[in-house]
């Protein structure tokens, strides 16, 4: 499977990206009459990712989250058995998210319960994300997404097996 590259900003802070053409994206929603997991292009995820919808239904606080589902196997990224899970739906699905559920991989929140966040910028956003991690209101099958603001890092995880 092929590695994802770093991705840089403007600002020098980088996270590993992964390709959107390979991983789905998915938007996390919680206390919301929408799907708590879409796709960017607004396909109702919940179905086919039942461990994902159900943690972002039962967030203590209202969030929009953007990330990369994940599925692993064997200690890897395993982006066929991702497209496998991504056509399950009911018992299947149930089996599938009991057996090795998805992850989501988050690298941005675009709204809480105060409002958007889009205007705001990223390394604002970013902070309040890690803090919602530390604090312990986002955990698994949450995972903060790696960001530094070196590059050299960002080439080292790339490298890392």
Same mark, same amino acid.
């Given at each position: 499977?092929?590695?994802?590259?770093?991705?840089?900003?403007?600002?020098?802070?980088?996270?590993? @990206?992964?390709?959107?053409?390979? %991983?789905?994206?998915?938007?996390?929603?919680?206390?919301?009459?929408?799907?708590?997991?879409?796709?960017? %292009?607004?396909?109702?995820?919940?179905?086919?990712?039942?461990?994902?919808?159900? #943690?972002?239904? #039962?967030?203590?606080?209202?969030?929009?989250?953007?990330?990369?589902?994940?599925?692993?196997?064997?200690?890897?990224?395993?982006? &066929? /058995?991702? /497209? /496998?899970?991504?056509?399950?739906?009911?018992?299947?699905?149930? =089996? #599938?998210?009991? @057996? %090795?559920?998805?992850?989501?991989?988050?690298? $941005?929140?675009? $709204?809480?319960? @105060? &409002?958007? =966040? =889009?205007?705001?910028?990223?390394?604002?956003?970013? #902070?309040?994300?890690?803090?919602?991690?530390?604090?312990?209101?986002?955990?698994?099958?949450?995972?903060?997404?790696?960001?530094?603001? $070196?590059?050299?890092?960002?080439?080292?995880?790339? @490298?890392? $097996?």
């Amino acid at each position: 499977m092929p590695r994802p590259a770093p991705s840089c900003r403007p600002s020098g802070r980088c996270r590993a @990206d992964w390709p959107s053409s390979r %991983n789905p994206t998915a938007t996390a929603r919680s206390s919301s009459p929408d799907p708590a997991a879409k796709s960017r %292009n607004g396909s109702d995820l919940s179905p086919a990712f039942p461990e994902i919808a159900a #943690a972002g239904r #039962a967030l203590r606080v209202p969030l929009v989250l953007d990330g990369e589902l994940v599925v692993a196997a064997e200690g890897r990224l395993d982006f &066929g /058995q991702l /497209q /496998q899970w991504a056509r399950r739906r009911g018992a299947g699905a149930r =089996l #599938a998210a009991r @057996d %090795n559920p998805a992850h989501l991989i988050v690298f $941005d929140i675009l $709204d809480t319960a @105060d &409002g958007p =966040l =889009l205007d705001e910028p990223y390394r604002a956003r970013r #902070a309040l994300l890690e803090e919602l991690f530390a604090h312990g209101v986002l955990a698994d099958p949450f995972v903060l997404c790696s960001a530094t603001t $070196d590059p050299a890092t960002a080439e080292d995880w790339l @490298d890392s $097996d």
